[in-house]
Every structure is written in structure tokens, then in C-alpha cells.
């Protein structure tokens, strides 16, 4: 199992939300391009960058950011999420070099986009569940949609999405713990590759999650920023587990 920083952007800063709420917001750096290096150099082998300017407008704010971000850290890997609901938001953050667009809300409304955005971006896409109890949280988690994490899943699967990136939107931020129990689920009912994320706070957490069949990987955002988590530490439990 890999372990993704996650580096979220907010008016040119690298901040973190609790339980996505745009009032809720820590700033951890003015700088998001030295803190993607700082990750990288600490081993980072894949980045998670999320434009919630982009997820609460409804279109990417931060594109000339993390083109920037993507330079400084080649080659390792970045995926990019956040108000990526139309087929031309998908082109600019791959054009800008991100090597997978995430998609949420759009994928959760719209099953002919997602299957259009499949076949147009083959083995680039990402599908985003985040949770609400059963039920995804859309429009930059301001509201629940009508369909549940396993019918998105299936959705994702359908469209030869490359990955499922669950979110307990409960728990981001919030250092409780992982959904662990749900991660689960998801992974052996959907059938494609799962990233976890929200409410990380342990080293123990990401070592839970790695016993986990089907888990790719795990974003952590708050706990490597305050320190709760090292990264080097992280990454060595996760290879021994």
C-alpha cells in the first residue's frame, strides 16, 4: 500500500478542512510547491492534490498552481481533484500535467459522463466516492446526492475508472481513525482498486488499512501536517506490515 499526502488548495495556500467544511479551515503554507517537495523528498511516491476553490465554484480555480506543483516534483505522480464536472475540466488538469483527474460529483450525477469521460481519458481517471453514511456527499460535500458509495463504485468500475477513492467525509480532518470496516466493503464489492482516506491519525491506522484486501493506498492530509505522522515512519510500518 502506498501513502498519498494530500495537499489541498485554498486561495493559493495549502490548508486543511474538518469534515470538508469551508469554515473549518487550518493553513498549514503559503508555499503548496515547497510543501509537495517536502513530501517528496521525505519519499512520497504519489501525490494527491485537491483545487476546492474548483469543487465549491464548480470548475477549476487552481490550474496554473498545480501545473507548478507538477514540475517541481516529476516524476512522481499527482492526481488532481476538484470541480472537475465537464470534459474540458478533465483535459486541462491532464494538460497541465497531473496524471489522473479525480471526479466526484459529476461522476455521482451523471453515469453517461462518467462512461464518456472513460472512454475519452483511458486508464487517467479516478472516480471519487465520498460518504456521507451510505450515501455521497456532491458539490464540494455541500450536499448529499441520491445514489450510495457502492452504486458510484459500480458506476467507476463500468467506466474502467483506474481507482475508487473513498472518503468518510465524517471523519476527515478529524484524526479519529479510518472507516476501516467500510473500506473493506467497498473493496470487495466494487472489484477495483481503493484509495482510503479521512481520519487518519496513526501510523497504526495506515498499518490497519494495509491489511486490507483491494486498498491501493491511503491519503493523509491533517496528521502528516501536524506531526501526528511522520512519513518516513508511515511508509516503513506500511512495507513491514
Known amino acids: 500500500m502506498i501513502v498519498v499526502p494530500a495537499i489541498d488548495l ?5 490548508v486543511r478542512l474538518r469534515e470538508g467544511r469551508a469554515d473549518a479551515e487550518t493553513v498549514f503554507s503559503d508555499d503548496p510547491v515547497a510543501m509537495a517537495e517536502r513530501w517528496v523528498d521525505a ?10 476553490d474548483g469543487a465549491f465554484a464548480g470548475s477549476p480555480r487552481q490550474i496554473a498552481l498545480i501545473a507548478r506543483i507538477v514540475e517541481a516534483v516529476r516524476p512522481v505522480p499527482v492526481e488532481v481533484g476538484g470541480g472537475l464536472r465537464d470534459l474540458g475540466a478533465l483535459e486541462t488538469v491532464l494538460e497541465a500535467g497531473a496524471a489522473w483527474a479525480v471526479v466526484g460529483t459529476r461522476a455521482a450525477v451523471d453515469a ?27 458539490r464540494g460535500w455541500t450536499e448529499t446526492g441520491d445514489l450510495t458509495v457502492i452504486e458510484v463504485g459500480q458506476r467507476a468500475r463500468d467506466a474502467e475508472a483506474v481507482a475508487l477513492l473513498y472518503t468518510d467525509v465524517s471523519r476527515d480532518g478529524t484524526g479519529l481513525g479510518p472507516n ?53 515512519h508511515a511508509l516503513a510500518a506500511v512495507k513491514a506490515a
Do not use: M, Q
Open 10 to 14: 485554498r486561495g493559493g495556500r495549502c
Open 43 to 52: 519519499g512520497a511516491e504519489r501525490l494527491h492534490v485537491v483545487d476546492l
Open 112 to 138: 453517461a459522463f462518467l462512461a464518456e469521460a472513460g472512454r475519452r481519458f483511458p486508464g487517467r481517471l479516478i472516480v471519487a466516492a465520498d460518504a456521507r453514511g451510505e450515501r455521497v456527499a456532491i
Open 180 to 232: 476501516v470496516e467500510a473500506t473493506a466493503a467497498l473493496a470487495r464489492t466494487v472489484g477495483l482498486p481503493v484509495l482510503a482516506s479521512g481520519g487518519v491519525g496513526t501510523v497504526d491506522d495506515l498499518v490497519r488499512l494495509a491489511a486490507v484486501p483491494g486498498v491501493l493506498g491511503t491519503v493523509v492530509g491533517r496528521a502528516l501536517y501536524t506531526g501526528a505522522v511522520s512519513l518516513p
